[in-house]
């Protein structure tokens, strides 16, 4: 499908990508760049690649798909380096979990004759690292893409394509309506359970570790999701801010009437709330993007079954999305 994919960075989703496009042959050539030599080391012991380089730019010379990796907050450094080096007629493409903030940041360095098309595999785990990636992560998954009015639709049938090929269900829509609906749906989730879990770290020794003795599912899920990379998600929180802000608030405000409902003792408000989120749940099962086995379909001890990717609703996100 492409004759050299350039990957720049290469923790999680970029391993991912690197496993999925050789499982698949969808690149005659893997180039994979990152700044620590230690995790360019990693990857090349891990066979990601053809290619490594510390040095971007050498990386993405060539290549007719480069997508960037990295945290979003690192994306404008990434570009000074790379803008010289990229061949005219190349994709460019992101895997960030906020798109505004990359129109605006990665758009103006872009040389003119690339196709600059920012996406998002809304697809990950709360692990990171070169060794974190499966190339399985992406089946089943969604991948939105955000490409500018006039942008080469030749470009972006090319990178659905190449998503659709890692098993991903690709839809595009405008950068800000994707940042509102991630607002939702992962940023926030992940700020609240950094929160409730932050509440734990900050409780007296001996409470503390009764908490974690004691940890029940909810909890739990809770520690698993605020285990996601601090990097990734402290760039999301402050490139994806108005979004953010208007989703917590709409949030607060419906703690606020939940937490009139308990003082008050107002049952039947409590058992509505109760039920039309558990009509959510089913909606998200019936979706295809949740499984309804206990644990969230996760793999215990002596289990065979390979471990289905979750959605980026309940994990990471991500990352990430995300993370």
């Known amino acids: 499908m492409f004759q050299k994919l350039a ?24 180039a994979i760049s990152t700044r620590k030599p230690e995790t360019l080391d990693e990857a090349r012991a891990l066979a990601l690649g053809d290619f490594y380089s510390l040095d971007a730019a ?6 007719d798909l480069v997508i960037l990796c990295t945290p979003v907050g690192a994306y404008g450094a990434v570009m000074e380096q790379i803008a010289g080096a990229l061949e005219p007629g190349a994709i460019l493409s ?29 697809a990950g785990t709360e692990y990171s690292g070169p060794a974190s990636g499966f190339p ?7 991948c939105v893409l955000t490409p500018e009015k006039g942008v080469d639709p030749v470009a972006i049938d090319r990178l659905t394509s190449f998503w659709g090929a890692m098993g991903s269900n690709v839809e595009c829509m405008s950068a800000e309506h994707h940042d509102l609906v991630l607002a939702i749906t992962s940023h926030v989730p992940h700020l609240v359970a950094y929160n409730i879990v932050g509440t734990v770290a900050d409780l007296e020794a001996d409470t503390q570790s009764e908490v974690i003795k004691f940890s029940a599912s909810g909890f739990r899920d809770f520690t698993r999701i605020a285990a996601s990379d601090p990097v990734m998600w402290r ?10 802000l208007e989703m917590l608030g709409r949030f607060l405000e419906d ?14 408000g409590l058992e509505a709330m109760f039920t039309r989120t ?13 499984t309804a086995a206990p644990d969230f379909g ?18 990471e996100h991500g990352g990430g999305d995300d993370a």
């Not at 399985?136 to 969604?142: C, D, S, T």
């Open 94 to 122: 992101d895997v960030g979990s906020v798109k505004q903030h990359v129109l605006k940041v990665v758009g103006p360095l872009v040389p003119s004759g690339v196709h600059f098309v920012p996406g998002h595999p809304i």
């Open 58 to 63: 050498e990386a993405v010379r060539g290549a």
């Open 235 to 244: 760039d999301v929180f402050l490139t994806n801010r108005d979004a953010v």
């Open 278 to 290: 558990r009509t959510v749940r089913r909606s998200i099962i019936d979706a295809g993007q949740e």
């Open 255 to 268: 703690l606020a009437k939940l937490q009139r409902a308990v003082r008050v003792g107002d049952g039947p």
């Open 298 to 315: 996760r793999p215990h001890p002596g289990d065979k079954a390979e471990p289905a990717p979750l959605s980026d609703l309940v994990r």
């Open 7 to 30: 990957l720049i960075g290469i923790g999680l989703i970029g391993s991912s990508i690197a496993r999925a496009a050789r499982l698949k042959g969808l690149a005659k050539t893997i």
């Open 136 to 142: 399985e992560l992406f089946v089943g998954r969604w």
